[in-house]
């Protein structure tokens, strides 16, 4: 099973980013999503940024994935 994580840009260089989520840093790829900047929350799976969010959308579904972990 996969799953796609809204997680934060926090560096962009070329098309590579870098994310942040809980304490987490990943580097991902940016190609299939044009004018992402620092500071905007994307989908990311399998590596790479699949969509753009805004912000409260974001932090709802963070929010909804934190309650998920306490049930388990």
Do not use: W
Request: glycine share 8%; net charge negative; proline share 1%.
């Amino acid at each position: 099973m996969c799953l796609a994580v809204p997680m934060k840009i926090i560096q962009i260089e070329d098309n590579r980013g870098i994310v942040h989520i809980g304490g987490v840093k990943r580097e991902i790829g940016l190609q299939l999503l044009k004018d992402v900047r620092v500071g905007d929350y994307v989908i990311v799976h399998a590596g790479f940024a699949i969509q753009r969010l805004d912000e409260a959308e974001a932090l709802e579904t963070l929010s909804l994935f934190a309650e998920m972990e306490k049930l388990a």
